[in-house]
């Protein structure tokens, strides 16, 4: 067994950008869009027990075709375009160190927010908004394993990879569609990069039937429906790509395809490259 992946303590800073196309379609209500996002992460701290600080900071977001949702998400999103945050072993988002700051943050743009947004939605959207910053965990869930966080927090470290020894593990979507997680099966596969300086990990990914929230499910989408025998079978499925620096443990370029379907009902496609600028 080779010695566990970690990122090294070392490393500058790296900028990337990341390209998302994503697909939702209900019943017959469909949207598309491409969203390009640059981002800079800088390791603050290793820790003895192979946990990391990081900083990852948004520095510019577009949508190529801009939604009134868009422009919601995007002054909301000033709270959360820098976070500093504590990963478990494996580099996953365990918490968000810096949620006084973006408290902070919300306080002093949360009246014009409303103000702007006032006819569209109640005082008390935004008063839960800014209750999720202070709960628990809550704000995390928004964010782990999904979008530009679930890129670069993968999970990837803390393995010893051996080329045909494939690792598997679970992971969740929280709140993947509306309370409804996601789980996964997947199976880690080590090959050689596209040089002898880099490592390559190929991801495989299933539902993870056995911990999915059917019973929550099959209410949703029957209420969703107004069709209390309607049948409802979830598919899922995800493939991903990482290209690391072998000496470093940085990510260098990664792609993950995301698909979750209830067929005839739902679809929805997410497809992230992410490459290294700097």
């Not at 598309?32 to 990081?54: G, I, M, S």
């Not at 109640?122 to 008063?127: I, N, T, V, Y």
């Not at 929280?174 to 880099?198: K, R, V, Y």
Request: glycine share 6%.
């Amino acid at each position: 067994m080779s010695l566990p992946l970690t990122l090294a303590a070392s490393a500058a800073p790296r900028i990337y950008k990341l390209t998302t196309t994503s697909y939702m379609r209900m019943n017959e209500a469909e949207e598309h869009n491409t969203y390009h996002t640059v981002a800079r992460q800088t390791l603050l701290e290793r820790k003895p027990n192979n946990t990391y600080r990081l900083a990852v900071e948004v520095l510019s977001f577009q949508a190529e075709n801009p939604t009134f949702f868009n422009f919601l998400a995007a002054d909301l999103n000033q709270v959360s375009n820098s976070l500093i945050i504590q990963t478990d072993i494996y580099g996953r988002l365990e918490r968000v160190e810096n949620k006084d700051d973006m408290l902070k943050r919300w306080r002093s743009i949360q009246s014009g927010v409303i103000k702007k947004y006032e006819k569209y939605y109640s005082k008390a959207f935004f008063d839960a908004f800014g209750q999720s910053l202070q709960a628990e965990g809550v704000f995390e869930k928004t964010v782990r394993n999904k979008g530009l966080h679930g890129v670069l927090l993968a999970g990837i470290y803390g393995f010893g990879y051996v080329s045909n020894v494939p690792v598997r593990g679970t992971r969740v979507l929280e709140q993947f569609i509306n309370h409804i997680n996601l789980p996964l099966q997947i199976t880690t596969s080590a090959t050689d990069g596209a040089t002898p300086a880099e490592l390559t990990l190929q991801v495989e990914g299933k539902l993870n039937q056995a911990a999915l929230q059917e019973d929550d499910l099959r209410r949703l989408f029957r209420s969703m429906a107004d069709n209390p025998l309607l049948k409802i079978s979830l598919n899922a499925t995800c493939q991903e790509r990482y290209d690391v620096e072998t000496a470093t443990g940085w990510l260098v370029r990664a792609e993950q395809r995301l698909k979750a379907e209830v067929p005839g009902i739902y679809q929805n496609e997410v497809h992230h490259q992410l490459e290294m600028v700097s």
